[in-house]
């Protein structure tokens, strides 16, 4: 079956950064896009970032443009979130997801359980 296992969350100071890394198993990884979403409290949930299948496309929030980098490893069925400049206003459960075709156009069909970030001094 398909799992998505989020790892790399925690605790860090306004202007650290973190990388998020997704294992992912169970499918053909290299034939889907992926992308991370994320949730604060009392907040609905928000798309992060996406990348295409190949890697060769990626798409981005405004809040996070310049900030964030999404990247996939398809030798390793891994897909990373670097976070540099975090803000406290990152603080979030961060989830990787699946999309249901190549591009990141097609809807999210499985969630990982999420990874807590926590941006504060």
């Known amino acids: 079956q398909v799992q998505l296992v989020e790892s790399g969350g925690g605790l860090v100071q306004p202007g650290g950064s973190l990388r998020l890394s997704c294992a992912a198993s169970g499918f053909t990884f290299s034939s889907y896009a992926m992308s991370w979403y994320r949730q604060a409290p009392g907040k609905e949930r928000e798309l992060v970032a996406a990348?295409?299948?190949?890697?060769?496309?990626?798409n981005y929030a405004d809040s996070i443009k310049g900030r964030f980098t999404i990247s996939r490893d398809n030798a390793k069925n891994t897909v990373y979130l670097q976070m540099n400049s975090l803000k406290p206003e990152d603080t979030a459960v961060y989830y990787c997801?699946?999309?249901?075709?190549?591009?990141?156009?097609?809807?999210?069909?499985?969630w990982g359980q999420g990874t807590q970030v926590t941006v504060s001094s």
């Open positions: 997801t699946k999309r249901a075709g190549g591009t990141y156009s097609r809807r999210v069909d499985y």
């Open positions: 990348i295409t299948s190949t890697g060769g496309s990626t």
